[in-house]
Each structure stands twice: as C-alpha cells, then as structure tokens.
C-alpha cells in the first residue's frame, strides 16, 4: 500500500524498495550453498552479498534483465520461495550453463531451499573501482525479518531533489508515524562512493602536471645548452654550402633521440607498473593501448615545443658573428 500510494504522485515513474541500496558503505553478506556443489564441515564456505527487495525493484532502479523473470505481486511470503542472482553469482557456480530453476540455500545447508527464478546484471555495490561479486536477491516478503528500507524512486524528468518534498507529503499521508530519514539522489550517492577515486584522480593529476612541467624544463635546458654549443658547428654547415633549413633539420632530429628514447622508456615502464593503479581504474585496463598512445602524444608534443625554440635559434644564427668567434 505505501508503495502504491508513492506511485500515485503525478512525478513518479515507478517506486520500490531495498534494504541496502547499492553504494552504501555497509553489506550483509551470507554463506551460499548453491544445487550441485557438496561442502565437508571443515571446507572454507564462500559467500555472497544479501540484498532484500521489494516486487518492481529492477524495473525502477533498471537494472537489466539477463534470464529468468523478476519478482512480482504474486510472490508472497505463503507462496514458492524464490530468488533472483546477479550476473557473477551465475558464472561463478554455473559457468556456461543457466543458473534459473536451479536450487539455493542461504546461511546453512538445513535451510529452506529457494529457486532461483531470474538473473539480473552487476551492479558496483562498492564503487567503480572494484569488480562486481556475487549477489543474492531476496524478496522482503519472503526472508521473514525485520530490516530498514531504503524507499527507491524514478522520477519523471529524473529530478529527484525537486519532487522528493510531493514524496515525503505522500508517505506521511499514507502514516504519518513513518519516519523519513534521509532524502538522496542515486547520483549524489554514487558520487560519494567515488570520492576516494576521484581524490587519487585529483593527486596524481596534480603531480603528474608537476612532472610534466618540470619535464618540459629540463628538456628545454638541456636542449639549449647543448645546441648554444654547437653553434660554431652549424655556422661552418651554412658557410660550406648547408641551408637554414637543413640546419634546424639536423638539430631537431638530434634533440628528438632522447626524447623520443625517454618515451620509449616510460611507456615500458608504464606497462610494467600499470597494474598498481587497477584499483583506481573504471573501464580502462592499465596498459590500455589508446591511453598509452594518448599520453606518449602530449608528452612528445610538449618535448617537441620545449625543443622547438633552441632549434629555431641554431636555424637563426648569424654566420658572421659565429665564425668571428670560432
């Protein structure tokens, strides 16, 4: 009925319930013991995460159907029991085959056995950084204990903050004895899950700039140190016949090498340590070829301009003034 009565609200497209909603910092997590799979007492017992739902809770929070069905109205706590997997739960227990109508007990091997009716995708529970774990999804109605909910509504136009006061008017008017505790955007919570990455994102950008200026620097220094020494050498080029042109080729070529050796050695080493940052990767493999190219790119052209001004310097040398001094 409460559920029903959010519905009613002219704004909202669909309203459901979770006991922990994804990117909370806490989890329930019990012992599975999935059909087909035997444990001795004394094997180490794996286990999944436990989520209770209320019936349309994929559709609103849409979350993608893989097989199956999802809950509906007609499961109740007097009908089959039944629950729904995700996406990792199946292809940990049942790799290539199908994990619905297969059997599964939670927390002990004498518990009720519940049928495994649908399977659902991945969901981050824990931020983007980690890799989606196995997960069991309970209808509230059927686990038979007390728990929080966590009211989780879509909206219309998808502004949430906006609506949430016709929301909170339905539910006092449906009890007012219900309490609401908090008021959040999915949006705001997944960006506070991903604070710890967005701050080393922040940091190593940060010092990676450092790095890149301070680069850039040394790279110009040395460039120009080196090419204000062979200066004498490019004046006796041009005066036994060399152009301009051939002169700044011939010091761009030879300021590129290290350069170009430098890269060379950070993208091996990039590779080789890339796998120190997968925690703090989303979608992005540490030696992902397209960034490796992508920074290899900015790093050259920022070597190519700190080079560009010496070299353009040797192609403007006067010929007189340098062989006065030789």
Do not use: K
Not at 256 to 272: K, S
Request: proline share 5%; charged share 20%.
């Amino acid at each position: 009925p409460l559920l029903e009565a959010v519905s009613a609200v002219p704004e909202v497209a669909g309203a459901s319930a979770i006991h922990i909603a994804p990117g909370r910092p806490f989890n329930w997590a019990f012992n599975v013991y999935p059909e087909g799979h035997e444990y001795a007492d004394r094997e180490v017992r794996e286990t999944a995460n436990f989520r209770a739902v209320w019936p349309d809770y994929f559709e609103t929070a849409r979350i993608e159907l893989v097989g199956g069905r999802t809950f509906g109205w007609a499961d109740r706590h007097d009908s089959e029991p039944v629950v729904i997997v995700n996406r990792a739960f199946a292809e940990r227990w049942w790799p290539g085959e199908t994990a619905v109508d297969r059997q599964l007990r939670l927390s002990s091997t004498t518990a009720r056995p519940h049928r495994i009716v649908g399977i659902v995708d991945d969901v981050r529970q824990f931020g983007f950084g980690r890799a989606p774990v196995p997960e069991v999804y309970y209808l509230h109605e059927q686990w038979g204990s007390a728990t929080g909910q966590t009211l989780v509504v879509r909206f219309t136009d998808g502004d949430a903050v906006a609506h949430a006061g016709g929301v909170r008017d339905a539910i006092h008017a449906f009890d007012p004895l219900v309490v609401v505790e908090d008021v959040e955007s999915m949006a705001s919570i997944l960006g506070a899950s991903a604070a710890t990455t967005r701050f080393l994102a922040f940091v190593l950008t940060l010092f990676g700039g450092f790095a890149l200026a301070l680069g850039a620097v040394g790279v110009f220094g040395v460039t120009a140190f080196s090419i204000g020494r062979r200066m004498p050498e490019f004046g006796v080029r041009m005066a036994l016949g060399s152009s301009r042109q051939g002169v700044v080729g011939a010091a761009l070529l030879h300021a590129a090498r290290p350069v170009v050796l430098g890269l060379l050695i950070g993208l091996v080493l990039a590779v080789g340590t890339g796998r120190l940052l997968e925690s703090a990767l989303y979608q992005v493999e540490p030696s992902d070829p397209i960034t490796l190219v992508a920074v290899a790119a900015v790093l050259l052209s920022v070597s190519t301009a700190a080079v560009l001004g010496p070299v353009l310097r040797a192609g403007a040398v006067d010929l007189v003034r340098v062989l006065s001094r030789s």
